[in-house]
């Protein structure tokens, strides 16, 4: 008997999956909250100089607001007040003849900013000044934050497949909450940048075990269902997101609020079982009978684990030596494995960095931030819905293909939409981003089938640094549109195509039981019949 069947035989989708789905939707919710924090806590409002130093007298006091503005600070080609540079005195015949500036010396501003509060209370940006020479700094919070990610996917997937998805899930539980609260408590940039970097490694772990746990308990016939539900809680935490970051504008205050909901998490954490599949592939038969009992009382199945003795467990998934470590090299050891690791790094890179490319210009689309937020995250919904309709339809494969194509197709188009026309390109943005979540919800299920149970941790976590990296140089690619407007959109765009080629020569996964061994993936075929479905004991 193969492990599929005596999952179907305690029942592969009852009431003990569905409370193991919901306990993990609790720290799931964190993850968008995190991963698009950096929107708010790292914008850059409205600014000028402090031009208080230029105060000669009776006559600057006397002037307004707009009058001070005028006479101190120049004005740039497209009409509006620069916001790095100040006169070196006072040009009291600007109120006079405005237009005639030129060759007026100026400086970079001398004794800070002065920040426009309407959007946000305080930033990164107005508490440390991270604008104009120090603006990249300010955009490298993400790169950083995402190289923690990075880091977090290569160890958290080792040490969960070599110790086990409960006790590296509370690891990841503790290290997101610590670092997250450090964060929100930083002194200085620097400071603050290293407490980032660690709740990515921390958060890297809830991301990849949360998502291998859920699919590892769960039948064939309720896999996709299941991916693309526990997939709803990043829909909801993107929507939540702008709503919270509306109502509280401190960016401290923001961090706080989004790391809160681990507290529960760990408490819950206690209710959370072990994957029986690792535990029988490690030898761990007794504790893996443990939990089949669990799972079978819960879902009322008591009699079939009752008759089921823990030694039979040994021989439900085959390994030639349950003694053996796995590691990332395993991932390239043989053709078939090694042919899947390359291929799925490369879509990976492709859905992650074309992503969170429409993800961070929540700006660029000429829409309140808020609002861009807010529709990026409804859009996400109608994303789901396609793939829960489509998947075992037409596979994985093609999904995955498709959607990134498509994405890329929207990032192209929105090229050739002029910026005076805001609705029309945050339109177009919205459904790339549709595009871009389908992707997203189809990799994460298809990769978790392409590997064996064995190496399963391993793999989404070489898929998910490969995904980080990704994710890490869209904020870098972006800084790219000075060297030419179009230039980031442009390698989105290539990405995102390439990425979908990839897709397109990897095996098809629909109906068919997930491997156990590396043994597995390197036969041709693992389609289950009828009869081996219904195989007995």
């Known amino acids: ?27 799931r919710v964190t993850l968008p909250l995190h991963f698009l924090l950096n929107n708010f806590v790292a914008g850059i409002p409205s600014h000028h100089c402090d031009i208080s130093s230029l105060d000669d007298g009776d006559i600057f006091r006397n002037l307004s607001q707009a009058e001070r503005a005028i006479v101190s600070i120049p004005v740039q080609e497209d009409g509006t007040q620069s916001s790095c540079l100040m006169f070196t005195e006072p040009q009291y015949h600007l109120l006079l003849n405005s237009t005639n500036i030129t060759e007026l010396p100026t400086v970079p501003c001398r004794n800070g900013w002065v920040y426009d509060n309407s959007t946000f209370k305080s930033t990164l940006a107005t508490d440390w000044d991270l604008v104009c020479d120090s603006r990249r700094a300010n ?48 002194h200085n940039f620097a400071m603050y940048a290293v407490m980032r970097f660690c709740t990515g490694v921390g958060l890297s772990g809830i ?41 509280v504008k401190d960016w401290r205050y923001l961090t706080v609020t989004v790391t809160s ?43 079939f684990v009752a008759d089921l003795k823990p030694e039979v467990l040994s021989k439900v998934i085959l390994v030639e030596n349950d003694k053996r470590k796995y590691s990332y090299l395993d991932l390239f050891r043989t053709p078939r494995m090694r042919r899947v690791a390359l291929l799925t790094g490369v879509v990976w890179f492709g859905v992650t960095c074309t992503y969170y490319g429409i993800s961070f ?33 037409i596979g994985r494969r093609l999904n995955q293909a498709g959607t990134l194509f498509m994405t890329g197709l929207c990032i192209l188009c929105n090229m050739f939409i002029p910026p005076d026309k805001g ?55 972006m800084v790219l549109e000075e060297v030419w407007g179009h230039l980031p959109n442009t390698i989105f765009t290539l990405v995102a195509f390439v990425g979908g080629l990839s897709a397109s020569c990897l095996p098809e996964t629909n109906n068919i039981r997930l491997p156990e061994t590396i043994e597995d993936v390197e036969r041709t075929s693992r389609s289950i019949s009828s009869s081996e479905e219904e195989a007995p004991l």
């Open 423 to 477: 609705p029309f390109r945050t339109a177009v943005g919205a459904l790339g981003k549709m595009f871009a979540e389908a992707a997203f919800t189809t990799i994460f299920l298809y990769t978790t089938e392409l590997y064996p149970t064995v190496m399963r941790q391993n793999g989404l976590g070489f898929c998910s640094f490969i995904a980080r990296f990704g994710v890490s140089v869209s904020p870098l690619i």
């Open 261 to 303: 909901p681990l507290f529960l998490a760990i408490v819950t954490w206690w209710w959370l079982p072990e994957s029986a599949r690792w535990l029988i592939s490690n030898g761990k038969v007794q504790r893996a009978h443990f939990y089949l009992n669990k799972c079978a009382q819960m879902n009322g199945r008591e009699q």
């Open 139 to 186: 955009r490298a919070t993400a790169t950083i934050f995402f190289m923690g990610v990075m880091l977090g996917a290569a160890v958290f997937g080792y040490l969960s497949d070599r110790f086990g998805r409960k006790i590296m899930l509370l690891m990841s539980y503790i290290t997101t909450t610590f670092f997250g609260f450090a964060s929100a408590f930083s």
């Open 361 to 393: 210009n929540v700006s660029g689309f000429g829409v309140n931030i808020y609002l861009t937020q807010f529709i990026y995250g409804v859009s996400e919904v109608p994303a789901k819905l396609f793939i829960f309709l489509t998947l075992n339809k």
């Open 1 to 27: 008997m193969k492990f599929e069947n005596m999952l179907a035989e305690v029942n592969g989708f009852g009431k003990f999956q569905i409370r193991t789905i919901l306990l993990l939707v609790i720290p």
């Open 207 to 247: 991301s990849i075990i949360t998502i291998v746990l859920c699919v590892e308990w769960v039948d064939i016939n309720h896999r996709t269902a299941v991916g693309i539900l526990i997939s709803l809680d990043w829909s909801f935490g993107t929507v939540m997101l702008p709503v919270l970051a509306y109502f």
